[in-house]
């Protein structure tokens, strides 16, 4: 016996529908529960409205919802082909403004979807509720849109459209204002193209262009970015601001810094193995210190690895594929190198072992008490108190624990002529002994906790030419310097009170040259200069070993003490001498 098949089209006509989201982001729950079999097979051919005036009432744990009143005028779903295909189209505005038309086809055997939504001039604030975070939030601005999306065995096959953002003004909890949003984006195949977009953080103007590829499996991770964002000239000072804003907290800089700075990124890659190239570059001279420099730019590439939940899976590498710098008084300073950010995956993973929980989190059904009295319809639930997680109380111990974030780095430096006169001069130290300009080579790698670092330098042009090499590894400086056709050792260390010492050892340093260059400090009479200038000091020679004592904190000659052992040799004569810096006075005995 079969039943017969009753087949209804249904339209619903000027009807009210309120429907409302609940905890676990849900608009609809339908059940039907039927018993026995009915006598008769149901068929819906079509389920359609016409006028019907629709309220959606967006979840919130607190206070009042926010209510999106819209209108449909005509809508129809039609049921065909065994309840496997299904034909939708409906059209209506929105209450506070704006139209919209949606068509869809689904055919569930091969999972086949297309769908067209045209969307026209549609105010954003009234989809504020929809947004689960207090602290942003769609204050105005208008959307347009026309999008036609073909999946194929739930595959993207094809989309095809455009959209824009006119003047989109967001709330967030930043100090500083977030610009309107305008931008034009178009759809073509799996790509999205970002055509043009505007916006920007308090003075800060951004623009942004590029493509979003995607692939047929919709796989987030493995979409394809394209993407340039250029940041208009922006101070140092309002940089600094924005990034304390962030941090929450103040950044001190060890020297005082100002100036502008442009930067252009370009963010290529996947979403899963990002590249960011950041070309960064002064539009004005720059004061570091009491130094300027005429400008400044370089060129940093960032990579990382990004699981499924968009965390970090692996430290950032950072490449610096070119720096230069050019300081004020001459000359160029340029280099490229490689940091890697040690333990800052680490470090994001341990901040956030302390989960604050949504306040008045709605309890998942299975956990609810058995032996709740019911209450009646119309009576509302009591409100739980308020309870606003308290952060443990770090001990000391974990006060002092050391963060794992360690950096590596490797840096290349070359040091081209630059002059060390008008820089010393800039801090207000004018010296009759004339260094020249500086050229040096130099690598500085290690980590934070051993820092080391090779270079050679020259100084040609000095009174009294200077040529060297220096190592440093952590805290023990090693150099070793040509200077007057003789040779200068140096060892000096940092200790742990926050002092330093010194070893010094000279080998047959040329008199003359050391004479002449000592003449241009000493405060004597011109006569008694002249008679000293005259004597013949060409085969002399200074053997020297001395040792110094100085605090970290202050470098001023009253805090350096030092004693010393003088050989000098003239003219095949021994002159032995002692000598002692004690609070910048110095004494000497000598042995002839």
């Known amino acids: 016996f079969t039943n017969p098949t009753l087949r209804l089209d249904i339209t619903l006509v000027n009807p009210d529908a309120y429907l409302k989201e609940n ?40 206070g009042s919802p926010q209510v999106i009143p819209l209108n449909v005028s005509r809508g129809v779903v039609d049921i065909s082909e065994k309840n496997q295909r299904f034909k939708a189209r409906a059209n209506g505005s929105f209450e506070q403004g704006g139209t919209f038309n949606v068509q869809a086809n689904v055919y569930t055997p091969d999972n086949n979807i297309e769908g067209r939504l045209q969307a026209n001039n549609i105010p954003v604030a009234q989809f504020s509720g929809l947004i689960k975070n207090p602290d942003f939030a769609l204050q105005a601005g208008r959307v347009d849109a026309n999008i036609f999306v073909n999946l194929e ?10 959209a824009s953002l006119d003047d989109i003004k967001i709330f967030t909890d930043l100090e500083q204002p977030v610009q309107p949003i305008n931008a034009q984006f178009r759809f073509a195949g799996t790509q999205a193209r970002i055509e043009s977009l505007t916006t920007g953080l308090g003075d800060i103007g951004v623009n942004i262009v590029g493509t979003a590829t995607a692939n047929p499996q ?4 493995k979409t394809k970015l394209d993407i340039t964002a250029n940041i208009e000239p922006t101070t140092i000072s309002t940089l600094l601001d924005i990034a304390e804003n962030v941090a929450e907290e103040p950044i001190n800089l ?61 430290d950032p590498n950072i490449i610096v594929q070119s720096l230069q710098i050019q300081p004020s008084t001459g000359g160029t300073i340029t280099g490229q190198g490689e940091v890697k950010l040690t333990g800052l995956k680490q470090l994001i993973t341990e901040s956030q072992k302390i989960v604050v929980e949504p306040l008045n989190k709605p309890e998942e059904k299975t956990q609810l008490p058995p032996k709740i009295p019911p209450r009646p319809p119309t009576q509302s639930p009591p409100t ?3 309870l606003l997680p308290v952060p443990p109380t770090p001990t000391p111990e974990q006060k002092a624990e050391k963060s794992p974030l360690n950096p590596q780095i490797k840096i290349n430096l070359d040091i081209d002529n630059v002059g060390l006169d008008s820089l ?13 300009e500086l050229s040096a080579e130099a690598v500085v790698s290690g980590t934070l906790e051993k820092f080391t670092g090779e270079a050679n330098f020259s100084l040609p042009a000095a009174t009294t030419p200077i040529f060297g090499q220096a190592n440093l590894d952590k805290n023990k400086l090693n150099s070793t310097i040509q ?4 040779n200068v050792n140096i060892t000096a260390q940092r200790n742990q009170q926050q002092r330093w010492n010194a070893n010094i050892n000279a080998s047959q340093v040329s008199l003359e040259p050391l004479v002449n260059a000592g003449l241009l400090f000493a405060d004597l009479e011109p006569n008694l200069k002249s008679d000293i200038a005259s004597i013949n000091l060409t085969d002399g020679r200074l053997d020297l070993q001395a040792n110094l004592l100085g605090s970290l904190e202050s470098f001023d000659l009253s805090t350096i003490r030092g004693e010393s052992d003088i050989q000098i040799n003239l003219g095949g004569s021994l002159i032995n001498a002692t000598a002692q810096l004690i609070q910048c006075e110095f004494a000497s005995a000598f042995d002839t």
């Open 153 to 162: 065995d739930s595959k993207l096959s094809k989309i095809q459209g455009r």
């Open 483 to 486: 200077i007057a056709e003789g």
């Open 218 to 221: 919709l796989d987030l991770l």
């Open 424 to 436: 010393a001069e800039s801090y207000g130290i004018v010296s009759p002994f004339r260094w020249g």
């Open 23 to 62: 905890a676990e982001g849900d608009w609809i729950q339908t059940e039907f529960y039927l018993e026995g079999e009915p006598p008769i097979d149901v068929e819906l051919s079509s389920l359609g409205v016409r006028n019907a005036n629709i309220e959606l009432t967006p979840y919130v744990a607190q």
């Open 254 to 314: 060890p020297v005082p810094i100002s100036g502008e700075i442009q930067t252009g990124i370009n963010l290529t890659g996947t979403v899963q193995k990002p590249i960011v190239s950041l070309d960064i570059n002064t539009t004005a001279p720059t004061q570091v210190d009491k130094i300027t420099l005429d400008y400044l730019a370089t060129n940093l590439q960032i990579t990382a690895l990004i699981d499924e939940n968009f965390s970090l899976q692996s």
């Open 384 to 386: 739980p108190p308020i």
